[in-house]
Nanobody, 121 residues
């Protein structure tokens, strides 16, 4: 019913930058929350940055001052600009959206397929 299409991952040297994009499409009435999580090998998935229901933003302490989340409401799209990347930022990055569905008006969490970000030292 809802698809999240991610793009922008890749390989970058430490200190470099990358920009991730995520576009939501499908039977969307509105998006309650939307953002990015990541999962490194052998670790649990963790929040990176997201927009909350009231439009404010939350960031993991480890990325504050280096990553910036932005979005275009009309396009149901969210971006993650990552700067000053470190090897410890290496992970699969997942887009997440809590969507109020058109028709049923249920709120459901959706995940993208993930995009690999690798930062070399």
């Amino acid at each position: 019913q809802v698809q999240l299409a991610e793009s922008g991952g890749g390989l970058v040297q430490a200190g470099g930058s990358l920009r991730l994009s995520c576009a939501a499409s499908g039977s969307i009435f509105s998006i309650n929350e939307m953002g990015w999580y990541r999962q490194a090998p052998g670790k649990q998935r963790e929040l990176v940055a997201h927009f909350t229901r009231d439009g404010s933003t939350n960031y993991a302490d480890s990325v504050k001052g280096r990553f910036t989340i932005s979005g275009v409401n009309a396009k149901n799209t969210v971006y993650l600009q990552m700067a000053s990347l470190k090897p410890e930022d290496t992970a699969v990055y997942y887009c997440n959206a809590n969507v109020l569905l058109g028709g049923s008006r249920r709120s459901i969490d959706y995940w993208g397929q993930g995009t690999q970000v690798t930062v070399s030292s």
